[in-house]
């Protein structure tokens, strides 16, 4: 028996909505073992919180979330309800203090990192799916256990489901996903939308997929309405590996997203959204895996347009990016990890 779980986490239109949805995927695996989960969270999207709710997670949806004071008043009851629960953190607001909190609570603590931002960590498992976070230096306590790298990437239960699907690589692509995050900050989706009238290709389509905290949902109607080639608009998508796997290119920001394109070996251009993409981004072009655009806030609509034009004419680079993408993410990392916990689980 797994016992119980207990995951704090936030999303927002201004902090993506990465962190819960690969939080989700944990959560998923957790019962898929036998195991309870409780979901904590400031996430005031009703949209975002219907996840958690049809998995049937017990949700406990916070006001105002920290450095507030009524965060950790809260999270402490309700630690206190499960004494031998099993805590995740995943957001960058939670510091130091909030991780010594929950040890001084006696409770056992894994933490979802990106960055290894902090000065001093003191989870029991430190876990970071990124590309290259083997060279992060973490300081960390004696009996800190780390999992690094993209051994350990966490997929939901619906991506599970298509180990075993092969890709096709056409001779000249005609299928464009785009999915530049939850979020969508600042709207660069527009310009994908505004390069790809410019890309020459025949029979180009086009499926853009948006977040449910996206603000920008009237403009891209708009702009759709306008387009010389079909473009389909879904919003809060809950089919994406289907959608994945319908296209034969993808534009995605760095974000969570571009895991689930990698197992299905999708070959990806990849824009920064947020700071903490860009070394994701520089390594997706660095290992050959995608090719890695820069900022979302540089970008060039000329330049993504000959970009896009010149991947879909590519056979030979999509086929190398896909080969190395589905060998990378195998789609066994939630396995891996929930290995881990139980190793690390005290005796009741």
Known sequence: MMG???????????????????????????????GKVT?????????????????????????????DAGDWEQVEDILGAHPSAWVVLDGYHFDEAYQQRVKGAEHQLLVIDDMAH???????????????????HYSCEPYTKLLVGSRYVLLR?????????????????????VTLGGGDFNNPTL?????????????????????????????????????????????????????IAWADVAVSA??????????????SLVLISATNQRYVAEQIGSEGIG?????????SVDTLAETIARLLRDQV?????????????DGIGVTRIISEIHREMLPP
């Open 39 to 67: 979901f904590i969270t400031a996430c005031q999207s009703s949209e975002l919180l219907q996840r958690p709710r049809e998995e049937d997670f017990e949700l406990h949806v916070l006001s105002h979330p920290y450095p």
């Open 118 to 136: 902090l000065k001093h960590y003191y989870a029991d498992i430190v876990l970071n799916q990124n590309l290259g976070a083997e060279e992060y």
């Open 191 to 243: 310009n994908v939308i505004q390069a790809l009238q410019r890309v020459d290709v025949s029979g180009l389509e086009t499926i853009v997929v948006i977040g449910a905290s996206n603000s920008y949902t009237s403009a891209l109607e708009a702009a759709i309405r306008q387009s010389q080639i079909p473009i389909r608009l879904i919003r809060d998508a809950k089919n994406m590996p289907e959608l």
């Open 291 to 299: 090719e890695s655009l820069g900022s979302v806030e540089t970008l």
């Open 157 to 177: 239960r619906e991506f599970l489901a298509w180990r075993s699907w092969k890709r096709e690589i056409p001779k000249v692509a005609q299928r464009v996903l």
């Open 4 to 34: 119980n779980l207990i995951i704090r986490v936030d999303a927002s239109a201004e902090m993506g909505t990465g962190h819960l949805m690969r939080c989700l995927a944990l959560a998923q695996a957790w019962k898929d073992t036998g």
């Open 317 to 329: 680079l999509r086929a190398k990016m896909s080969k190395r993408g589905k060998k990378l993410v």
């Open 254 to 267: 760095a974000g969570t997203t571009i895991w689930e394109l990698l197992f299905f070996g999708t070959p």
